[in-house]
């Protein structure tokens, strides 16, 4: 007689804890949608574009995600790096930040925390921790410090602007251009 008690006991606790965890749809949908979670994410990546069978890009990255919605994004969470080529398949310039998104419709990057980029046609090398591409308008800047480091100066200035090629730039709040003797830095 105590088996059935407790049996019956039993089925009804397992029939009250099945009944009573709930959510609401609308709960559900939110935590679903697709712009909360990746529709892909890959990791260890390397991806090669190339244009007439010419390399163009080769994009390195730990972990990649892509999201959709409204505002598609991919984001690369753990870092990146990129190596730019020219037509004749020389680097032209190397980028690489801890953290980086690529908002597809407004065609902006931004790349953050240790961002280094370097045009190795110029040997410069610049250093920030903010960088955004804004590839409509064929500009970079950054609202941060900056420091540019060439074979013969080092610029520092609180924020700036260039160009895609960096041919033209700004240093905004220009803090220090320090001339360097020969042999003293180069940029790698």
């Known amino acids: 007689m105590y088996k059935k008690i407790f049996k019956s006991i039993i089925i009804t606790g397992v029939v009250v804890m099945l009944f009573s965890c709930e959510n609401s749809m609308t709960s559900v949908q939110e935590f679903a949608k697709n712009d909360t979670l990746p529709l892909l994410s890959a990791y260890n990546i390397e991806y090669e574009r190339t244009d007439s069978g010419y390399l163009q890009v080769i994009l390195k990255s730990p972990l990649m995600q892509k999201f959709e919605g409204k505002d598609p994004y991919v984001e690369f969470p753990e870092g990146f790096e990129v190596t730019f080529y020219n037509d004749s398949g020389e680097q ?11 908002y597809e419709k407004q065609d902006l990057i931004r790349a953050r925390n240790d961002v280094v980029v370097i045009n190795f046609e110029k040997e410069e090398e610049l250093r920030t921790e903010n960088l955004v591409w804004d590839k409509k308008k064929k500009i970079i800047y950054s609202n941060t410090f900056v420091k540019i480091t060439a074979p013969d100066k080092v610029i520092y200035g609180d924020s700036m602007w260039a160009n895609e090629s960096f041919s033209k730039r700004e240093i905004i709040k220009f803090k220090a251009d320090i001339d360097i003797e020969e042999d003293s830095v180069t940029a790698k």
């Open 92 to 102: 032209v310039s190397y980028m690489r930040a801890n953290y980086g998104i690529n």
